[in-house]
Structures are given as structure tokens and as C-alpha cells.
């Protein structure tokens, strides 16, 4: 079984400055983690996955994150941000094993962007 | 590439009557997910098919709470009868092996149950 913890529920931030949501999991397998983001009223869409290879994993829209295997954590950063980078964030992980694979995620974090 | 298609995007209902979703994934996808995600909370899994089989099922109240992929494709889940609680988004996904173990998610099902 896993579980995802976002440490934040809530992160405002002023347009421009750097921002970092934190994540951190556990579980008795291997896995792949994921951050997802969800604007208003829409589904979720991938901003960037780690699943194997260089820890620094870059995904869409400037973001970036950083899977530390010692801390079981996978913080998400962007070095400015913008309105437009308003949204909920989640983190989720995924089993690295076949059968039941289904993403468990965190409860997300609301990103606030300040002008 | 058709993205996750779900509809309908919105229903509103009374408790005690029933409610049913329809998601078509991305061509191709053999595993099929359906999520609840309750306002201020992340996604919860329901049922996950593999094919027309279910893979787990485990979060998923059957008493009130039924699913099928008859033919491998598309998929219902079907609420009878509602509850008050039941008020959520419900998002299909799909992935498969190709996808690079992503999961891709349709725009919800926005159910309120008054």
C-alpha cells in the first residue's frame, strides 16, 4: 500500500518569485511518482513523472521536481511563476509492479499566485 | 489523439435516485480507471479494468456503487440509490504500457446529489 502527504495545503506566492510544493510518500514497493495539476473546473493534466534514470525530472510549463529516494520525496518547483500558474497541484504515486496500479494521490496543494 | 471522454460533464439529482456515467478512454488503452475526488480532496480509485476485467475494485461501495466494461472499451458506473455524500467529480482514466505507465484523465463528471 502507499501513501502521499502534501505538506501544504495552501501556498500563496507573489507573481515572479520562485515557489516549491512539497511531497513526500511512502510505500512497501517501489514506485513511480507523478505530479498532476487541476485548474478550475477541468481534469487533471501530467506536469511530470519520475520513473527511472536522472532524479531531476523536468516537466511542462517551467516546472520541475526532484525525486530524493533517502527522504521518499518528490518536491515540485518553478523558478517564477506566473497568474496563470494558479491551480491545484497533486502528488501522486503509482506501484511499480503489474496488476493493481492505480495512482494514489496526495489531497493537493493550492498554489495562490499574488500580483 | 482523442483525449479520455466523459459525459455527462454535469448532473444533479435527489438522494435515493440513480445516476449513471459513461467514459470512453484513449484509443488503445486497456486499463480503464474510474476515480471520486470530493471537493478540497485529492482522487480516490474506485475500480480499475484491465480489458474487460476487474483488476481492483476494492474502494468501490458495491452497495450502492456498480461498474462494467462489457466489451473492453468504454465503461458506466452506475449510483443507485444516491446518497448526499455521493456529491463528487467522478474521473475516468486510462493508460497502458505504451503510455510509459501514465495515466491520462477525461474533464469529471460533476455530480450533486441534493
Known amino acids: 500500500a502507499q501513501s502521499v502527504t502534501q505538506l501544504d495545503s495552501q501556498v500563496p506566492v507573489f507573481e515572479e518569485a520562485p515557489v516549491e510544493l512539497r511531497c513526500n510518500y511512502s510505500?512497501?514497493?517501489?514506485?513511480?511518482l507523478f505530479w498532476y495539476v487541476q485548474y478550475p473546473n477541468q481534469g487533471l493534466q501530467l506536469l511530470l513523472k519520475y520513473l527511472s534514470g536522472s532524479t531531476l525530472v523536468k516537466g511542462i510549463n517551467g516546472f520541475e521536481a526532484e525525486f530524493n529516494k533517502s527522504q521518499t520525496s518528490f518536491h515540485l518547483r518553478k523558478p517564477s511563476v506566473h497568474i496563470s500558474d494558479t491551480a491545484e497541484y497533486f502528488c501522486?504515486?503509482?506501484?511499480?509492479?503489474?496488476?493493481?496500479?492505480?495512482?494514489?494521490f496526495g489531497k493537493g496543494t493550492h498554489l495562490i499566485i499574488q500580483p | 489523439e482523442a483525449g479520455v471522454a466523459q459525459s455527462p460533464r454535469y448532473k444533479i439529482i435527489e438522494k435515493r435516485q440513480s445516476v449513471a456515467f459513461w467514459c470512453n478512454p484513449i484509443s488503445g488503452h486497456a486499463t480503464l480507471y474510474w476515480y471520486q475526488q470530493i471537493l478540497g480532496q485529492g482522487p480516490k480509485l474506485l475500480i480499475q479494468?484491465?480489458?474487460?476485467?476487474?483488476?481492483?475494485d476494492s474502494q468501490l461501495p458495491k452497495d450502492r456503487f456498480s461498474a462494467e466494461r462489457l466489451k473492453g472499451v468504454d465503461s458506466t458506473l452506475k449510483i443507485q440509490p444516491a446518497k448526499l455524500e455521493d456529491s463528487a467529480v467522478y474521473l475516468c482514466?486510462?493508460?497502458?504500457?505504451?503510455?510509459?505507465?501514465?495515466?491520462?484523465f477525461g474533464e469529471g463528471s460533476w455530480l450533486t446529489v441534493v
Open positions: 501522486a504515486v503509482k506501484g511499480r509492479r503489474g496488476g493493481a496500479d492505480g495512482l494514489t
Open positions: 482514466a486510462s493508460g497502458n504500457s505504451v503510455s510509459g505507465n501514465t495515466i491520462y
Open positions: 479494468f484491465q480489458n474487460n476485467g476487474v483488476v481492483d
Open positions: 510505500s512497501s514497493v517501489s514506485v513511480y
